[in-house]
């Protein structure tokens, strides 16, 4: 039987516990996207985006790839996207 990570698993949870963060972590699951393209998307300043992609980051959903200049960002976490899976099917039924 396998144990649950219990601090890790809180710690998703909690880095998802902001809409902001749950809106980041939707829109990454369709392609990786730099700052600006969250920017962009979630009409928010580059700041902000920058501080709740830091969360993500050091909870493990997400990570960055540099390409040149640019840092874009994915999601890396498979319980993050089965819970944004499960939250769109909920929506949407």
Not at 1 to 17: G, H, N
Not at 47 to 53: F, I, V
Request: charged share 25%.
């Amino acid at each position: 039987m396998s144990k649950i990570d219990y601090i890790k698993t809180s710690e998703i949870f909690k880095a998802l516990s902001n809409p902001i963060r749950l809106q980041m972590v939707d829109f990454l699951l369709d392609d990786e996207c730099c700052v600006t393209d969250v920017v962009n998307e979630l009409g928010i300043s580059q700041s902000a985006s920058s501080q709740h992609l830091s969360i993500l980051k050091n909870s493990g959903i997400v990570y960055p790839e540099k390409h040149g200049t640019r840092t874009c960002y994915k999601v890396n976490n498979k319980l993050t996207e089965e819970i944004i899976t499960l939250l769109n099917k909920n929506n949407n039924a």
